[in-house]
């Protein structure tokens, strides 16, 4: 206690907490600035992150020779022929007719779930022969893939992947072939059959691979390996080391966050960072933008990725590409136990590099402390600090946060009914610009305009803390660009220079200005205002949070803020002295 | 009766039907989460309890009901009428508001604050309404803890020695605030003592008799607090420590977490003797802290007597810190929780450092409270804010 007792009385007596107090508004920026330049200087550099490795011993990756060579290319190929006719001359149904009786050739129990809105999934459950059922390894192919490319290579290898398992006696966990129609809503939607309808079942399902391998061809460059869950889930990072491992044991060349092939030997700085960039922007639209597969299984306790052929004639093979697969289900089926906890928090800098979670939360921590300086700024930094707790002023502002809070979920709710882009836009730019047109007409207390920036920036905080280890991405994301707001300034008299900075301020920092912005730069595909359909077909196909997350936890801050910037008026305030 | 007060008795009962009856399906939701609902108070096993009674069937035998059979007794009599129990749970929390603006009434003089606070406090506390719409038994506790402490400070010590035996009954923490109550009652303690003691004995009795003439309801009603025999995650200190404990070390654990529980009621009555309603307040803190099954709804009781303060509020030294943890303990609980049992990404250290996060809120505002009560005295109870002191 020494020692404490001796800092307190050294931090009494050099006047520091006074000092501090009275830098609050610095400091916020200071923290904000931090925490960027962590996750931007910091992060990629030597020393900061760690060469991935395998937590979980049984998991021996690429430990067994893979066997699915040769002797399976003419069956392959075979189906491969099959379904290629397939796509031009029969339904989806048809050709789930077909490929379900070679399921069951080799003893594969086939059941079709059908979703009125999302088409036919046929899918298939061979039953382990030396396990108890009571868990299961996924395997997925979607007709069609994310580009609406037809997944012949991908469903081929899928379906002849399990014939072969089929022949041997080492599984100890089911395993489910699925072939749904696309890899959204109709594989979304037969996972939560899966897990609350279905009467054909497996048992648990531990891990979930999505083969996407368009087209015919027999060779391809390199590989893509997607593993963003929906609302900022990731998969263990066991299962993503193991793909890597397998897949470059097979000599292939794996890419992350859709990185192209002439960059994947770069290892330095800026193609860390690139990677690391990538994959917050990936894991933010997780859901959004268009899906790999590997989304639909989120939420439900399984690990799952994507894998995805590029190219069309490189140095392998789609047998080496099946190899992938084969290896991981057989680490997979090693198990004895569940994944390794508290590995699924990572970021992931290059296929064998990656930092823990230790390392980079601080970046997001360092933003939510900036949104709890600004608030503290605005509650302590002006002559209506001494306010008593139950006064006028507290409670107005608590009243006026409420009826924000109402307002954002009401406009959440209305635009999924009526989803009109350039309104909501519109209605932001409005609200910004209103401040500077009313300079003169309306004004409020000096009062509130403190205390509702001071509630606006505690709730952002909370609402950033919480996110935090649920949606790290998210949350710098969403921290960085609300930022702005807490720059604003309380303009008392009139003053138009502050006003047009306050205005540039709120249009940066709007929810809505700021989303359909930032997505327009980085994410092509989702250019214009497809934006915020996507947000919202995402919220109803899959259940991805983004849109309410941006519209209640964000959107009401910036309400009152927005208020409170209107020039205000100065209050005799009696201020009791005891 | 002043008319605010009315007000405040109104609002407070209309708020908690309006609650449970716009949002029929929030009990049940909100007896499933572990922040208000622990085995020892959950309603569901209250109802359980009140079946197995109804159709003659051994309460205790199952493991399921941990209530004492006065209550399930009295749950069983009223289930015939079960849309009427958020009426039931929202009058006594009412009760718990009214009895607040009594007690407040009472130090009017060194308040200054109009008697009606402490009551819009407790009723637009959201901890304290979450709790009575789940209707957690813990309701029944403060009840008579509150209306213990209150006859108590009317000086109708008879009445007082019988609540707090009533809560002692329900919750065997409550005899430790026996002792802080009988630095209120001075020289009456010695019948206080006593009068508890005999309508304890009284109580025991009728429920054994109400057990079909057996003891087992003991075990599964106050030895499991005790033992905490029936491990389940809460926003306790001690569910963590006995999961992956080896067994020899288990009971040593468990009699020093009982210790603790008891090591600080009697220092904070014989130092604060002076100000006993006072010490009384900290005792309760201190047993929210360190009980084995505390849910939110004992944590929000606990603030409630906050504004009886606010002479000292002045002396706090980091009421926001205290704040800040609060709140981000109660909204981090329930997203650390889904993370370790939904998404199985967390895993039980999330939660329980959350649980930290939350004990850490209520012993800073013990601390708090308790180094205001020290300055105040060293001011002879006129504050003196000008002045910078610094604990050696």
Redesign the interface.
């Known amino acids: 206690m020494a020692l404490v007792e001796k800092l307190h009385r050294r931090i009494i007596s050099i006047g520091l907490i006074p000092k501090f107090i009275s830098k609050l508004s610095q400091l916020s920026l200071l923290c904000c600035v931090i925490g960027l330049g962590w996750l931007v200087f910091m992060l990629p550099s030597d020393g900061q992150f760690r060469r991935t490795y395998i937590s979980e011993n049984a998991l021996l990756p690429s430990q067994a020779y893979s066997y699915f060579r040769e002797s399976e290319w003419n069956i392959l190929r075979g189906y491969r022929t099959q379904l290629d006719l397939f796509q031009y001359v029969s339904t989806t149904h048809d050709s789930n007719a077909e490929v379900s009786k070679w399921l069951q050739e080799f003893g594969v129990k086939t059941a079709i779930y059908d979703d009125e809105q999302y088409g036919e999934t046929l899918y298939g459950i061979f039953h382990a022969p030396r396990g108890d059922g009571t868990e299961a390894m996924v395997i997925a192919a979607p007709w069609y893939n994310e580009n609406r490319e037809y997944n012949t290579g991908g469903a081929a290898l899928a379906i002849s992947l399990v014939r072969f398992f089929s022949r041997w006696p080492v599984w100890s966990k089911n395993i489910i072939i699925v072939l749904s129609e696309d890899p959204k809503a109709s594989l979304r939607s037969w996972v939560t059959a899966y897990h609350t309808s279905l009467d054909l079942t497996g048992g648990s399902i531990e891990s979930a691979i999505v083969l996407d391998y368009p087209g015919t061809s027999d060779r391809f460059d390199y590989m893509e390996i997607h593993y963003d869950g929906l609302n900022g889930e990731t998969p263990n990072l066991d299962l993503v080391n193991v793909a890597v491992h397998i897949a470059e044991h097979e000599g292939i060349k794996v890419s992350l966050h859709g990185l192209p092939f002439s960059e994947l030997d770069r290892n330095d700085y800026n193609s860390r960072l690139k990677t690391m960039l990538l994959g917050i922007k990936d894991s933010v639209l997780s859901g959004i933008k268009n899906c790999y597969g590997n989304e639909a299984f989120s939420g439900w306790r399984i690990q799952s990725l994507t894998l995805k052929a590029k190219g069309i004639d490189g140095p392998h093979d789609i047998t080496t590409f099946g190899r992938v697969p084969e290896a991981l289900s057989r680490s997979v089926n090693n198990l004895l136990e569940k994944f390794h906890q508290s590995f699924f928090f990572y970021l992931l800098l290059a296929p064998r590099y990656f930092i823990s979670i230790g390392t980079y939360l601080a970046t997001a921590v360092a933003v939510s402390v900036a949104f709890v300086f600004a608030a503290l700024n605005q509650i302590l930094n002006n002559k209506y600090g001494e306010l008593p707790l139950l006064s006028i002023y507290n409670i107005w502002s608590i009243l006026t946060f409420c009826i924000s809070l109402v307002f954002a979920f009401a406009t959440s709710q209305l635009f999924v009914y009526f989803p009109l882009p350039r309104v909501l836009l519109g209605l932001s730019g409005i609200f910004s610009v209103l401040p500077l047109l009313s300079r003169t007409r309306l004004r409020i207390q000096e009062p509130f305009s403190y205390r509702f920036k001071a509630f606006a920036y505690i709730y952002m905080a909370i609402v950033l803390t919480s996110l935090l280890v649920l949606n790290f991405s998210l949350a710098i994301v969403m921290g960085l660009l609300a930022f702005p707001m807490t720059r604003t300034t309380t303009i008392i008299e009139s003053n138009l220079r502050l006003s047009i900075k306050n205005l540039v301020l709120l249009i940066i920092s709007n929810p809505f200005i700021a989303t359909w912005a930032v997505v327009n730069f980085v994410e092509p595909r989702l250019s214009g205002f497809k934006v915020f359909y996507a947000l919202i077909e995402a919220s109803q196909q899959l259940g991805c949070w983004t849109w309410y997350i941006i519209c209640l936890g964000w959107y009401p801050s910036w309400l009152l803020v927005t208020y409170a910037s209107i020039d205000a008026i100065e209050v005799q305030t009696p201020i009791k002295k005891e | 009766m002043v008319s605010s007060e009315w007000q405040v008795v109104w609002a407070c009962f209309a708020s908690r039907l309006a609650v449970s009856y716009l949002f029929p399906s929030l009990q049940q939701q909100l007896d499933r989460t572990v922040e208000f609902s622990t085995p020892v108070t959950s309603y569901r096993s209250l109802q359980e309890g009140a079946y197995l009674l109804l159709h003659n069937l051994p309460i205790y035998d199952g493991g399921v009901v941990h209530h004492v059979p006065l209550l399930v007794a009295l749950m069983a009599f009223v289930q015939q009428a079960e849309f009427l129990m958020p009426v039931l749970f929202a009058a006594m929390d009412t009760l718990i508001a009214y009895q607040l603006m009594q007690i407040a009434k009472i130090y009017q003089r060194q308040l200054q604050i109009p008697s009606y606070?402490p009551g819009v406090v407790y009723a637009v506390n959201p901890l304290v309404l979450l709790s009575c719409v789940s209707q957690s038994t813990c309701l029944f506790v403060n009840l008579s803890i509150s209306t213990s402490l209150l006859f108590a400070l009317s000086r109708q010590f008879s009445l007082s020695a019988i609540c707090i035996a009533l809560a002692g009954y329900l919750s065997p923490y409550a005899y430790l605030l026996l002792i802080p109550l009988a630095g209120i009652c001075g020289s009456n303690s010695f019948g206080l003592v006593v009068k508890c003691t005999l309508v304890s004995i009284v109580l025991q009795l009728i429920s054994f008799k109400l057990n079909n003439d057996n003891w087992n309801y003991l075990t599964s009603t106050y030895w499991i607090l005790i033992t905490f025999s029936k491990i389940r995650p809460n926003l306790g200190l001690w569910w963590y420590f006995f999961i992956e404990m080896f067994e020899f070390f288990i009971p040593f654990f468990k009699s020093v977490f009982n210790i603790f529980v008891v090591s600080f009621i009697p220092p904070f009555t014989i130092r604060f003797n002076q100000q006993s309603f006072y010490a009384f307040v900290l005792c309760l803190g201190w047993i929210t802290l360190t009980k084995s099954y505390p849910t939110l709804g004992d944590g929000g009781f606990f603030l409630s007597f906050i504004p009886f303060f606010k002479p000292i509020f002045?002396y706090l030294r980091y009421p926001?810190i205290s704040t800040?943890l609060f709140?981000?303990a109660i909204?981090?609980s329930p997203?650390?929780y889904y993370?370790w049992i939904g998404?199985?990404?967390?895993?039980s250290?999330?939660f329980y450092a959350i649980s930290l996060v939350y004990a850490l809120a209520i012993s800073s505002v013990i601390v708090d409270l308790t180094w205001a009560m020290l300055r105040i005295e060293y001011d002879s109870g006129k504050?003196n804010?000008s002045l910078?002191l610094?604990?050696?």
């Open positions: 606070i002045g926001v800040l709140i981000h909204i981090l997203i650390f993370l998404l199985g990404s967390g895993n250290n999330f504050p804010l910078k610094t604990q050696i």
